[in-house]
């Protein structure tokens, strides 16, 4: 049974560039949650997507966008990035809302 | 606004010592979640506990075991007898039940160290 899993692991690009990350949940769950998680801090909510609806969203500019497929797998898209982007996303999904989400190894993304 | 406070930064034992884990939370509902998640040095965080506000019984998993007061609006997490796997960074999380969806305010995490 296969867990979240995203990719790609690691990520270089430079500032004003345009990233797309993906990630496919684990088996079974419908629900796929993004978070940023910056060195030594904690992750923070990005959005979540649930029936290919953008269904919560932090606290985080319209640079990032994602988009959710039938199939349940999930993109995140960040815009003009800025040194500040650099950080490890995560992805995480859960059967519905009222389940424990469970996360991927993580997309570590650097800006040069 | 929903808000987790860990306090400690950093802890470090000795294997086979105890650690406790501290996590205050602040929320405005009356439904809520509370989690507890391991990182270790991979990256990925995984999932230790989930419990619901109405349920304050404590709870123990092995060498785990959680203490939940609602009173204080506490969750700590205690590792008895730690052992060197257990070094990782450790995460309180808050979920609130009535919100559109279930997304996680995460703690700023304490890093546990356990050395031989």
């Known amino acids: 049974d296969a867990g979240v899993t995203q990719s790609p692991t690691h990520l270089i690009k430079t500032r004003g560039q345009q990233v797309t990350l993906r990630c496919s949940p684990k088996?079974?769950?419908?629900?796929v949650s993004w978070y940023q998680q910056a060195l030594g801090q904690g992750p923070q909510f990005i959005f979540q997507?649930?029936?290919?609806?953008?269904?919560q969203r932090g606290n985080f500019p319209d640079r990032f966008s994602g988009h959710q497929f039938p199939n349940y797998s999930s993109e995140l898209n960040v815009n003009a990035l800025l040194l500040g982007d650099s950080a490890l996303y995560l992805c995480?999904?859960?059967?519905?809302?009222?389940?424990?989400?469970?996360f991927g190894d993580g997309t570590r993304l650097s800006i040069l | 606004a929903q808000k987790v406070t860990q306090a400690q930064t950093e802890i470090s034992v000795v294997e086979k010592e105890d650690v406790t884990l501290d996590c205050v939370y602040e929320t405005r509902d009356t439904t809520y979640y509370l989690f507890w998640y391991k990182q270790p040095p991979s990256g990925e965080l995984v999932f230790l506990i989930r419990r619901n506000s109405f349920d304050e019984q404590n709870e123990i998993s092995g060498r785990y075991s959680w203490n939940f007061q609602k009173s204080t609006s506490s969750f700590n997490f205690t590792i008895t007898a730690s052992q060197v796997v257990d070094s990782a960074v450790y995460f309180c999380?808050?979920?609130?039940?009535?919100?559109?969806?279930?997304?996680?305010?995460f703690g700023g995490g304490t890093r546990v160290l356990v050395k031989p």
């Open positions: 088996s079974g769950h419908d629900t």
């Open positions: 997507y649930y029936e290919e609806e953008e269904r």
């Open positions: 999380a808050l979920s609130e039940a009535q919100a559109a969806g279930n997304k996680l305010t």
């Open positions: 995480a999904s859960s059967d519905g809302f009222n389940q424990p989400q469970h």
